[in-house]
């Protein structure tokens, strides 16, 4: 923030709290807030932080049995299956036009 700005700002707010403060007092007010805002103090844990161990993925044996069925089903049309995304999503190729399918399973609701 400008300095004129901040030095401004101050003498406004102090004379809305019904406390009016001179320019001198409100510059130096100012440089202190500056000078505040560039000494930030950071400090370091004692402790290691916890690391993020890879998670196993789950591979849901039914969306795998289900988009394998859907894959036989596009070959039998006609289609190029250009990519298969794990069990997930598929893509491929239709009358020369790419299409992707993905396949959600959605969670019981609570």
Known sequence: MDKEKLILE????????????????????????????????YEKSDSPRKSK???????DPVKKKILA???VLLEGLGAKITNVKTET?????????NYSLKLTKHRKKT
């Open 89 to 97: 999503e598929i893509d491929f190729i239709f009358s020369n036009e």
């Open 53 to 59: 161990t890879a998670k196993e993925r789950k591979i």
């Open 10 to 41: 101050i003498m406004k707010e102090a004379e809305a709290d019904g406390e009016p403060v001179t320019r001198e007092e409100a510059e130096e007010m100012a440089e202190m807030e500056i000078k505040n805002n560039l000494n930030r103090h």
């Open 69 to 71: 069925c859907i894959r």
